[in-house]
């Protein structure tokens, strides 16, 4: 809230064990109208939570909405970068991307490391899509962008929603822009990744792709 940029912000929470939504509560009351709670019944998904609350942007008519994980893994001093290079420099996504100068990961393990760049060349390979961070969390997109996806045909619920929301942007024909950013892992909590997950998205690429061969990509028209 510290933003030079009067940002809003959404904490989708799916009835976590770590008390998340009540301190969100006590926040709102220092925050009205700029800080907002949605809580769903369980654990219903990665995927589904970031399309729950892109709709709940959409219905809020905000112009830019922003996708980013809340462990300050994601510096929020670059919102405004992302910001800047939809609403001033042309790009209808803009995604906060690692791997687009070098590799900029800090206390990460070599490990993942190298899984996550070279998971982003499989992709890129795979796909075409011209992308250096196919799996970045940290996005900016425009509402049109939005309005054009049909939200309840993405099908991919974990790391894997990542890709083909870019994916769909891409082949529905808007411009994507990569803007540098470090990233950081988190201090505290645990990774949500899994070999499911990983499975996921590793023949979801395939499967994706062979889809799109037969599928008619077209911008929804916004009035």
């Known amino acids: 809230m510290s933003q030079s940029y009067p940002f809003h912000i959404l904490v989708v929470d799916d009835n976590s064990d770590d008390g998340t939504a009540g301190i969100v509560k006590r926040l709102i009351l220092e925050f009205p109208g700029r800080l907002h709670l949605e809580q769903r019944a369980g654990k219903l998904g990665l995927g589904t939570a970031y399309i729950h609350g892109f709709k709940w942007a959409l219905q809020k008519e905000y112009e830019y909405i922003f996708e980013m994980d809340a462990d300050f893994s994601h510096n929020p001093a670059d919102l405004i970068r992302l910001r800047k290079a939809c609403a001033e420099d042309g790009a209808d996504l803009s995604i906060g991307s690692r791997y687009i100068k070098g590799v900029n990961v800090v206390n990460w393990p070599i490990g993942r490391v190298i899984m996550s760049y070279y998971a982003s060349a499989y992709v890129r390979l795979i796909t075409g899509m011209p992308i250096q961070d196919a799996t970045a969390g940290f996005k ?12 309840d045909k993405i099908k991919f619920m974990g790391y894997a929603f990542q890709i083909e929301m870019k994916f769909t942007t891409w082949k529905l024909g808007f411009t994507i822009v990569e803007v540098p950013i470090i990233f950081t892992d988190r201090q505290e909590g645990n990774s949500k990744m899994s070999t499911s997950i990983f499975r996921e998205a590793f023949f979801g690429v395939i499967q994706m792709k062979i889809k799109s061969w037969f599928t008619k990509y077209e911008k929804a028209k916004v009035k």
């Open 140 to 151: 900016c997109y425009k509402k049109k962008v939005l309005q054009s996806i049909r939200l």
